[in-house]
């Protein structure tokens, strides 16, 4: 290949830009109703009369969804195709869309976040493949930087949207609106991806699929139902994760024995997917357990609205915003041992200043802190993922992209219920009231009814207290909220250790030639 070619080959050319826009709707759809659902969560409480616990359910069904398809989603890409498969799982996940806004009841409203989990689940291992074969892992540091945007958006328009439509409408509107974005995203993926070429030679591993899909459910269930059991001596939270880990070792055991496993795991003898799997994994860990307690630190110990927290959450958006197009360019061209590490120490810097919050810290401090986490977010976690990919061979993509989105679903559902154990037993510490009680007969606690009147005012209306106890109870609150980011602050910070062994030299990436054959770009060593 001449080096006019190579140099033409480098740039991202529409057709792969088109590409990529469908995946970034699909991405939009999956990753904003996560967050928007979030804001929901005391809405449907009200609505349909139900407790905290059961309501939550409406995202931990999405959640176990996701994570008994993906699996599934790597094989299905090569038996199917991944247009095709792409575009079912889009009318999946757009249907279970339009069933939400219909439900009666909390239990069918559960159901359909089932059908909405079974769809969104395909959405993003089959995206990250589809443009990792439209643009050549050579350029897979680009691409990810373009699917890096629905996933700053998530965080940043999911609590504001979900505020503003809740408050201007109806809690059905955060489902309704994916309807029209469906139905756009469905036609787009017919003109834009190119035609299915599937391979159906692989013999689908069931024996896999009995261990792994069931496996990882049950586990994320125990995992799910530990920050409302507050312990892991509960039965519900340790037997459905003795009983998942189980099965899951049992198909780590047996995947190596199979030929076309459902996971393949021997893709681990990459040594690049192996190091970048585990800086990966003890990031989400950290970043996104904490990420879910920032806003809640604005509602509950501030007390400000749903619209108000999400704009406060913006700073660090805007941030990752300007760095991640940055580093996506970066990661085509400089090893990303030589530059995550310096992105993970502006992470560490911002961290800090959220281990030191009290009812009282200046929101001008937090903003700046945001901004700081934001842009060393936006130079770490695609550049990440793209040392994870860019090495595989073609036919290793699917598999290898499966493998990156089970690692970060794991990741995630363990950072958020660690950290919401932590921040619940901090909270639980705080002094009981005399002669105060819920409605179950517990003591009401100075941090619970400070949180509580944040956000209804009218409870110290109709409970007069002295101001003294809301005071110390807010105290307590943020106290408790700085000591569960003094372990998230800790876990990023452990992170250096395997972001130490990334590359530091050019990895070889494949790329296709104008006659279709596969060839090595040149090693440069910088």
Same mark, same amino acid.
């Not at 569960?484 to 372990?487: A, D, M, P, Q």
């Given at each position: 290949?001449?080096?006019?070619s190579?140099?033409?080959?480098?740039?991202?050319?529409a057709a792969?830009?088109?590409v990529?826009?469908?995946v970034?709707?699909?991405?939009?759809?999956?990753?904003?109703?996560?967050?928007?659902?979030?804001v929901?969560?005391?809405?449907?409480?009200?609505?349909?009369?139900?407790?905290?616990a059961r309501?939550?359910w409406?995202?931990?069904a999405?959640?176990?969804?996701?994570?008994?398809?993906? $699996?599934l989603?790597?094989?299905?890409?090569?038996?199917?195709?991944?247009?095709?498969?792409?575009?079912?799982?889009?009318?999946?996940?757009?249907?279970?869309?339009?069933?939400?806004a219909?439900?009666?009841?909390?239990?069918?409203?559960?159901g359909?976040?089932?059908?909405?989990?079974?769809?969104?689940?395909?959405?993003?291992?089959?995206?990250?493949?589809?443009?990792t074969?439209?643009?050549?892992?050579?350029?897979?540091?680009?691409?990810m930087?373009?699917?890096?945007i629905?996933?700053?958006?998530? $965080?940043i328009?999911?609590?504001?949207?979900?505020?503003w439509?809740?408050?201007?409408a109806?809690?059905?509107?955060i489902f309704?609106?994916?309807l029209?974005?469906?139905?756009?995203?469905?036609i787009?993926?017919?003109? =834009?991806l190119?035609?299915?070429?599937p391979?159906?030679?692989?013999?689908?591993?069931?024996?896999?699929?009995?261990?792994?899909s $069931?496996?990882?459910?049950?586990?994320l269930?125990g995992?799910?139902?530990l920050?409302?059991?507050?312990t892991?001596?509960?039965?519900?939270?340790?037997? #459905?994760?003795?009983?998942g880990?189980?099965l899951v070792?049992?198909?780590?055991l047996?995947?190596f024995?199979?030929?076309?496993?459902?996971?393949?795991?021997?893709?681990?003898?990459?040594r690049?997917?192996t190091?970048?799997?585990l800086?990966?994994f003890?990031? %989400?860990i950290?970043?996104?357990?904490?990420?879910l307690?920032f806003?809640?630190?604005f509602?509950?110990?501030?007390?400000?609205?749903?619209?108000?927290a999400?704009?406060?959450?913006?700073?660090?958006?805007?941030?990752?915003?300007?760095t991640?197009?940055?580093?996506?360019?970066?990661a085509?061209?400089?090893?990303?041992?030589?530059t995550?590490?310096f992105?993970?120490?502006?992470?560490?810097?911002?961290?800090?200043?959220f281990?030191?919050?009290?009812p009282?810290?200046s929101?001008w401090?937090?903003?700046g802190?945001?901004?700081?986490?934001?842009?060393?977010?936006g130079?770490?976690?695609?550049p990440?993922?793209?040392?994870?990919?860019r090495?595989?061979?073609?036919?290793?993509?699917?598999?290898?992209s499966?493998l990156?989105?089970?690692?970060?679903? %794991?990741?995630g559902?363990?950072?958020a219920?660690?950290m919401?154990?932590?921040?619940?037993?901090?909270?639980?510490?705080?002094?009981?009231?005399?002669g105060?009680v819920?409605?179950s007969?517990?003591p009401?606690?100075e941090?619970?009814?400070?949180? =509580?009147?944040?956000q209804?005012?009218?409870?110290?209306?109709?409970?007069?207290?002295?101001p003294?106890?809301i005071?110390?109870?807010?105290?307590?609150?943020?106290?408790?909220?700085?000591t569960?980011?003094?372990?998230a602050?800790?876990?990023?910070?452990l992170?250096?250790?395997?972001?130490?062994?990334? #590359?530091r030299?050019?990895? #070889?990436?494949?790329?296709?030639?104008?006659?279709?054959?596969?060839?090595?770009?040149?090693?440069? %060593?910088?």
């Open positions: 290949m001449t080096q006019q190579v140099a033409t080959a480098d740039k991202l050319d792969v830009l088109k990529a826009g469908v970034v709707l699909g991405a939009i759809m999956s990753i904003l109703d996560v967050t928007v659902v979030s929901a969560l005391p809405t449907f409480q009200s609505e349909f009369d139900a407790s905290y309501v939550a409406t995202m931990t999405y959640t176990l969804a996701l994570a008994t398809v993906i $699996p989603s790597g094989w299905a890409a090569d038996r199917f195709g991944t247009k095709r498969l792409y575009m079912v799982a889009l009318a999946l996940f757009t249907i279970g869309s339009g069933l939400c219909t439900a009666d009841t909390i239990g069918e409203l559960i359909y976040r089932v059908l909405q989990g079974l769809g969104g689940g395909m959405l993003m291992p089959l995206g990250m493949t589809i443009m074969r439209a643009a050549g892992p050579h350029r897979i540091g680009r691409l930087a373009v699917l890096g629905p996933m700053l958006l998530g $965080p328009g999911g609590p504001i949207l979900g505020g439509l809740i408050d201007t109806s809690w059905h509107w309704l609106i994916n029209p974005i469906g139905v756009v995203a469905l787009y993926a017919q003109m =834009a190119p035609k299915d070429a391979e159906p030679s692989e013999s689908f591993d069931f024996v896999g699929m009995l261990m792994l $069931p496996g990882l459910a049950l586990f269930y995992v799910s139902s920050p409302e059991a507050g892991f001596a509960e039965a519900k939270v340790w037997a #459905p994760m003795l009983v880990g189980a070792v049992a198909f780590v047996y995947s024995k199979p030929r076309h496993p459902l996971l393949d795991l021997r893709l681990f003898r990459n690049s997917l190091i970048a799997s800086t990966l003890v990031f %989400i950290a970043f996104m357990g904490a990420g307690l806003p809640s630190y509602l509950q110990v501030r007390g400000e609205t749903t619209l108000a999400g704009l406060l959450m913006a700073p660090q958006g805007i941030g990752a915003m300007i991640m197009p940055i580093a996506g360019t970066l085509d061209r400089v090893p990303i041992g030589r995550v590490p992105a993970l120490g502006l992470i560490v810097v911002g961290f800090f200043s281990t030191q919050v009290d009282q810290t929101y401090l937090l903003g802190s945001l901004f700081v986490m934001g842009l060393g977010m130079g770490t976690m695609m990440i993922m793209t040392s994870a990919l090495t595989l061979q073609a036919q290793e993509v699917a598999r290898g499966t990156v989105n089970i690692l970060q679903q %794991i990741g559902s363990v950072g219920a660690v919401s154990v932590i921040l619940t037993n901090e909270l639980n510490g705080s002094r009981p009231i005399p105060l819920d409605e007969g517990k009401v606690t941090a619970g009814l400070a949180i =509580a009147s944040q209804r005012p009218e409870l110290l209306q109709q409970m007069p207290v002295d003294s106890i005071e110390r109870g807010l105290d307590f609150a943020a106290k408790s909220f700085a569960t980011f003094w372990v602050f800790a876990l990023v910070v992170t250096f250790i395997p972001a130490a062994l990334l #590359p030299r050019r990895q #070889p990436a494949q790329l296709d030639d104008p006659q279709g054959e596969l060839v090595k770009t040149p090693v440069v %060593i910088h």
